[in-house]
């Protein structure tokens, strides 16, 4: 996992110079936000998250509402403990299905984001839970890509459906659609769609992920980012979610050394949960994402 490593260094500090107090003034309060403000900074949190972070949690450490059970410092830990929790997306969201197989799953990113292989990840975990998923590779923009899927997807134990004569090479929105058309002929009761990304955000790649949407109407819209995009990673879920209105995030990545912006910015500014937590590039290094867990090691 990311080692959110200066961040949680950083908080840890601030909470330490805090144990002494026997109780919070209101400048001890305003000397802790800003320490917190600044170490969410640095880490690239973007700053309205930031903004609207600390501001919650002056407010609440100034209340009335704080557990008289806990010391002053224990006070704050938890006041931000919950507040990361909540920035993180609050309860932990699952995977959803179609109440008809097949659900079908899109995935959405830039280039080099961890789609491939997060494709290849979640169609091993949902193998292993008893699912018989598909892997549609409708990324024909760049050359390997179909081939990489077939890698992963051998490795994983899931067919592949791949563009050949007939099944609409060259145009993505084509194989997507009888991909899914196949899965339900061959009784996949889910569907993978690996699309392809840019290295930068492009029109023509939102409007052809937003065209593969129309077409196979997923149950699912996962955005895939790097977690170690920094303070892009805002403009690049903005725009995902402007192009193609995507339903849950994965953090890929998570396993680098990451500072941890993205992954604490993307949920608040989007609106749309962490689903899962891509952390190595084994194909077991999936977890689901608890927000709560993920506060908790960010505190530890
Ligand atoms: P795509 O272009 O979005 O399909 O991205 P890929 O799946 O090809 O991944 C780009 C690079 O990142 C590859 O070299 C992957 O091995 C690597 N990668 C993907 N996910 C992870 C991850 O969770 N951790 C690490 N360390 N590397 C990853």
Redesign the pocket.
Known sequence: MATFGTLSDRLVETFKNLRTKGRLSASDVDGTVREIRRALLEADVALEVVKKFTADVRERALSDEVNKALNPAQQVVQIVNEELVAILGGEQRKLQFAKTPPSVIMLA??????????AGKLAKKLKDDGHTPLLIAA?LQ?PN?VN?LQVVGEQAGATVYAPEPGNGVGDPVKVARSGVEFARQKQHDIVII?TA?RLGVDEELMKQASKIRRATDPDEVLF?IDSLTGQDAVNTARAFQEGVDFTGVVL?????DSKGGAALSVASVTGRPIIFA????TLD?LEEFHPDRMASRILD
Not at 252 to 256: M, V
Not at 278 to 281: K, P, V
Request: proline share 0%; glycine share 22%; hydrophobic share 20%.
């Open positions: 990113g830039l280039q080099g984001s961890g789609k491939t292989t997060f990324d760049r890509a990489q690996d990304g895939v890929s990545k998570l396993d680098g891509s952390n190595g590039e290094a």
